[in-house]
Nanobody, 124 residues
Framework: EMQLAESGGDTVDAGGSLRLSCVAS????????MAWFRQAPGQEREAVAC????????NYADSAKDRFTISHDNAKNTLYLQMDSLKTDDNAVYYC?????????????????WGQGTQVTVAS
């Protein structure tokens, strides 16, 4: 069974940057979709960005466009999320997830595997 392990969460000042990582293991295939979701306290988990593991077909939520960049390194089986110009609205636990195919990239039910999450805190 596939396991996902996120890292890179931290506390940063508003306007700062962070890079999150998610290592996938326990699966022999190399082609699937990987995504970042986030969940703030008291709110629904929401999609941030998604990409195919060959680094094509990226999708971004409006909140992430022009500030966040999703990428994947096949050699390391690792998904990244480069987050720049961070805002206090970006405070959340960030999760990575895997889907083998979907109609709606932003829908949680389309994803089969989830990591445990990493906390991102943006201080004003």
């Amino acid at each position: 069974e596939m396991q996902l392990a996120e890292s890179g969460g931290d506390t940063v000042d508003a306007g700062g940057s962070l890079r999150l990582s998610c290592v996938a293991s326990g699966y022999n295939g190399t082609r699937y979709y990987m995504a970042w979701f986030r969940q703030a306290p008291g709110q629904e988990r929401e999609a941030v960005a998604c990409i195919y593991t060959d680094n094509t077909r990226p999708n971004y939520a409006d909140s992430a466009k022009d500030r966040f960049t999703i990428s994947h390194d096949n050699a390391k089986n690792t998904l990244y999320l480069q987050m720049d110009s961070l805002k206090t609205d970006d405070n959340a636990v960030y999760y990575c997830a895997v889907s083998f195919g979907f109609r709606n990239w932003w829908a949680r039910y389309e994803y089969d595997y989830w990591g445990q999450g990493t906390q991102v805190t943006v201080a004003s």
